[in-house]
């Protein structure tokens, strides 16, 4: 059973930046593709950004230029660099891990509020 633990989140001012980690319990090269996703307070998850096991990265339209996704594969860690901070990224941030079986976290909270 692949575990993921994220952390790195908090209380953050509007245009402030925050780094993201999703730590887990095997190899992250063995999935197809590791990501982040979030969720907002009566809204459904959403997709943030991912990166396959071959290095090819992708964002969501809302955060193509203030996050980056990147992972330290002998960690065994995908990170999420959030910069440029805007009220409407408050969220819950789960990591995910997708192969033939899809694993998540359990959430880092990210509030963006002056």
């Known amino acids: 059973q692949v575990q993921l633990v994220e952390s790195g989140g908090g209380l953050v001012q509007p245009g402030g930046s925050l780094r993201l980690s999703c730590a887990a319990s095997g190899s992250i090269f063995s999935f197809d593709v590791m990501a982040w996703y979030r969720q907002a307070p009566g809204k459904q998850r959403d997709f943030v950004a991912y990166i396959t096991s071959g290095g090819t990265r992708n964002y969501a339209d809302s955060v193509k230029g203030r996050f980056s996704i990147s992972r330290d594969i002998a960690k065994n860690m995908v990170y999420l660099q959030m910069n440029s901070l805007k009220p409407e990224d408050t969220a819950v941030y789960y990591c995910?891990?997708?192969?033939?079986?899809?694993?998540w976290g359990q959430g880092t909270q990210v509030t963006v509020s002056s």
């Open positions: 995910n891990a997708a192969s033939n079986n899809n694993y």
